[in-house]
């Protein structure tokens, strides 16, 4: 009679795209949004969202910092001393945002001039630190950007929703292109006046509040108690 003992079971292999690698992305997309349920990142909803085109820009920027930093964070994670991780975070992303500013000097420098100063300041954005702090110090390269993926896609969704109701109401426009026509304006004959204190930052703010009751009334999880 044998007294060997079976091997266990190997694990199989968390697939790419498993439920809990999706749930990365899908969460901060609503459930878990960084902008209405975390409240992070709100600073540059109210600065940036006047025109749609400089949200889309301020979002590619937040993508590329936080996906591209939470994987050089996680891969480097067991070599930095706990000491000195927030100091090593905060030198890779000034790094990266160093890098996006260059790109957009250097292929959309227009846009870079309206934009430049936010896109500095992404650095002290709590979304990138807080990512970085909670998610890629703790896990593989591969969640880490899907973590980053779903973060700045919560964070892109609501700057684009909330500068397109701002350009729309205050200039008449989307994406610099016009979509109320200029013979309903007062000054042509017409009746129409855009509404300038949309392109207030505090209108930003209301917007904000009102995507937040919108999204908890239709979204009880988030109701609290």
């Keep these: 009679m044998s007294t060997a003992t079976a091997a266990p079971a190997a694990k199989p292999a968390e697939g790419l795209f498993s439920k809990k690698n999706r749930k990365l992305i899908t969460d901060p997309?609503?459930?878990?949004?960084?902008?209405?349920?975390?409240?992070?990142?709100?600073?540059?909803?109210?600065?940036?969202?006047?025109?749609?085109?400089?949200?889309?820009?301020?979002?590619?920027s937040v993508l590329a910092v936080v996906v591209v930093g939470n994987m050089v964070?996680?891969?480097?994670?067991?070599?930095?001393?706990g000491r000195i991780r927030i100091i090593a975070q905060l030198v890779i992303a000034a790094g990266l945002v160093t890098l996006v500013d260059i790109v957009l000097k250097a292929y959309v420098y227009d846009v870079s001039k309206q934009v430049g100063v936010y896109v500095g300041?992404?650095?002290?954005?709590?979304?990138?630190?807080?990512?970085?702090?909670?998610?890629?110090?703790?896990?593989?390269?591969?969640?880490?950007?899907?973590?980053?993926?779903?973060?700045?896609?919560?964070?892109?969704?609501?700057?684009?929703?909330?500068?397109t109701v701002r350009e729309i109401t205050g200039n008449g426009s989307w994406?610099?292109?016009?979509l109320i026509p200029e013979s309903v304006y007062a000054a042509n004959g017409g009746g129409y006046f855009n509404n300038n204190m949309m392109i207030l930052p505090p209108m930003a703010l209301v917007l904000v509040g009102i995507i937040i009751w919108i999204q908890r009334s239709r979204n009880t999880k988030l109701i609290e108690q």
């Design 29 to 60: 997309l609503n459930d878990n949004n960084p902008i209405t349920v975390q409240v992070l990142g709100i600073c540059s909803a109210l600065a940036i969202t006047v025109k749609v085109q400089n949200a889309v820009v301020m979002s590619l």
């Design 175 to 178: 994406m610099g292109i016009r």
């Design 73 to 81: 964070i996680s891969a480097l994670r067991n070599l930095i001393p």
């Design 121 to 163: 300041l992404i650095i002290t954005n709590c979304i990138l630190m807080g990512r970085y702090e909670a998610f890629a110090m703790g896990n593989k390269v591969w969640p880490s950007a899907l973590d980053g993926l779903g973060n700045s896609l919560g964070y892109a969704w609501i700057l684009v929703a909330v500068a």
